[in-house]
C-alpha cells in the first residue's frame, strides 16, 4: 500500500540511487535504527547486490519476519491511519493504536508523564475523532491510552500489534484516488476509487463503504481521455459477479488518471492497451512533396473519372443555357484549343471538366441544388433536396 506519487513516479529515482550505490567505493552502511543488529558488520559495496523485479507484489496482509520491513509497514501505516483516515476505525480502535503508537514513540510510560508527551494530538488520531473534544481534553485520555494498551511491549512487538489490527480493514493495501463521478446516480458525485493487487474498488469518502468491488478479471478495457482529465472503466458484459441489469460503464473526472492506469496496469498488464494507444509519443510523419501532391491529385481526378464512367451520377445541368452550348459547337476543335490557350481555362474548371462533369460539381456549393448528385427515383430525390437545404439552413446559407 503506496501513496500514487511513490508508487508511479519514482522508479527513476530509485534506479540512480541503486547505480550511485553501485558506483561507490566501500560505501558504508550504519544501522541507527534500535531494531537493527548493533553487532552488524560493515559491507563493501562489492558485498551488495540490487534485485530488480519488473512485478513483485506480496502478501498485503501477512507479517513479515524483516525488523525493516516492518518499521517501513509500519509507518505507512501510522501515516494512513491517522494523516490520510484511509479506514473507518472507531474512536475506541483508534485509542488502541493512538497508545502503541505513543509506546513505539516515547516507550514505557511513566507514573507521572509529563502533558507535554500527548499535546500533539494530531500525531496521534485522525481529524475526524480529533475534532469531536477539545485538544487538552485529549491529552489525558491519550496518556491512559498509552499504559493501557502500550505499556510493557517492546518497540516491534508495539509495532506488530499496530500491524496486525489495521491489516483487518478491508481497504488495506488499497491505494485511494479522489474522483469525480460523471453520471448520475443516488451516491453523490465525490467518491473514492481504491486500487489493489485484487481489482478496483468504489467507496464512500464519508464512512469509507464500499460500494462496488470489480475484479481486474471483469474490467474490459480502461480509457484515459487524452484532452480531458476523465478515465472510463468498462465492465465485460458477462462476469460471474453482479446481475444482468448491473451498470458497465464508469466515467471519473481526476487529475491523476495517468496515476491510476498506471498502477492498474502494474497490477494487471493485461488493461495496458490504454498505454499504447494514448502515451505511446505520435510518429514522425514524413513531410509531403509536390510529387506526392500531384500523386493524390491525379488519384483523385481517377476515382472521379470511375464513378462517371460508371452512369451512377445525374448529369449537372448547364447554368449558362443553350446559347453558349450552341455558340461552342460552331467552333473548330484546332480554334477552340487556340481560345483556351489564349485566355486560359475557367478558375473552377482548373482542367478537369470530364463528359460534362466540371470541377465545381465535386465542390461545395452554398446554393440549393437544382437536382441530386447520383440518380434516384423521384420521392427519394426529393428528399435527398430537402435534406441538402437543411444542412445549408443549419449552416446559415440556407434562403427563406
Known amino acids: 500500500m503506496t501513496k500514487p506519487n511513490s508508487v508511479v513516479r ?3 529515482d530509485t534506479v540512480d540511487d541503486a547505480s550511485h550505490a553501485s558506483n561507490g567505493k566501500q560505501t558504508k552502511i550504519h544501522a541507527s535504527s534500535s531494531t537493527l543488529r548493533k553487532n552488524a558488520t560493515t559491507l563493501g559495496s562489492g558485498e551488495n547486490r540490487f534485485v530488480f523485479k519488473k512485478r513483485l507484489f506480496k502478501s498485503t496482509r501477512e507479517l513479515s519476519q524483516d525488523p525493516v520491513e516492518v518499521n517501513m509497514l509500519y509507518a505507512q501505516a501510522v501515516y494512513s ?34 502533558p507535554e508527551y500527548y499535546s500533539d494530538v494530531p500525531s496521534y488520531l485522525p481529524e475526524r475523532i480529533s475534532k469531536t473534544r477539545e485538544e487538552q481534553f485529549w491529552v489525558p485520555i491519550l496518556a491512559q491510552a498509552h499504559r493501557q494498551y502500550g505499556s510493557g511491549r517492546t518497540e516491534l512487538t508495539a509495532k506488530v500489534l499496530y500491524l496486525s489490527c489495521v491489516m483487518q480493514y478491508p481497504l488495506y493495501g488499497t491505494t485511494m484516488f479522489a474522483v469525480s463521478y460523471r453520471g448520475y446516480w443516488s451516491y453523490g458525485n465525490s467518491l473514492i476509487l481504491g486500487v489493489n493487487c485484487e481489482g478496483i474498488i468504489l467507496i464512500k469518502p464519508d464512512d469509507k463503504f464500499v460500494l462496488y468491488e470489480f475484479r481486474y478479471a471483469e474490467v474490459e478495457s480502461i480509457m484515459l481521455d487524452p484532452s480531458d482529465s476523465f478515465i472510463t472503466i468498462s465492465l465485460n458484459r458477462h462476469t460471474s459477479t453482479g446481475s444482468a441489469d448491473q451498470q458497465r ?16 496496469v502494474s497490477y494487471y498488464p493485461a488493461l495496458s492497451n490504454w498505454i499504447t494507444e494514448n502515451e505511446v509519443p505520435p510518429k514522425k510523419s514524413k513531410g509531403i512533396t509536390n510529387e506526392d501532391r500531384v500523386r493524390l491529385h491525379h488519384n483523385l481526378v481517377v476515382c472521379r473519372r470511375h464513378l462517371v464512367d460508371t452512369e451512377l451520377l445525374r448529369k449537372p ?6 446559347f453558349l452550348r ?53 420521392q427519394e430525390e426529393q428528399a435527398m433536396l430537402q435534406v441538402f437545404n437543411s444542412i445549408l439552413t443549419y449552416a446559415g446559407l440556407g434562403q427563406n
Do not use: M
Open 317 to 322: 445541368q448547364d447554368p449558362s443555357g443553350g
Open 81 to 114: 491511519v491517522v494523516k490520510c483516515d484511509d479506514f473507518p476505525v472507531s474512536e475506541k480502535v483508534a485509542l488502541q493504536l493512538a497508545g502503541l503508537q505513543a509506546q513505539v514513540a516515547l516507550g514505557d510510560p511513566s507514573n507521572q508523564p509529563k
Open 326 to 378: 450552341n455558340t461552342l459547337r460552331r467552333l473548330s476543335k484546332h480554334r477552340l484549343e487556340k481560345l483556351r490557350a489564349e485566355h486560359g481555362s475557367p478558375v473552377h474548371d482548373h482542367g478537369e471538366t470530364y463528359k460534362g462533369f466540371p470541377h465545381a460539381y465535386w465542390a461545395f456549393s452554398r446554393q440549393a441544388l437544382p437536382q441530386s448528385l447520383s440518380k434516384l427515383p423521384d
Open 249 to 264: 460503464c464508469f466515467v471519473f473526472e481526476t487529475a491523476q488518471k495517468n496515476e491510476i492506469g498506471s498502477l492498474i
Open 10 to 12: 519514482q522508479f527513476d
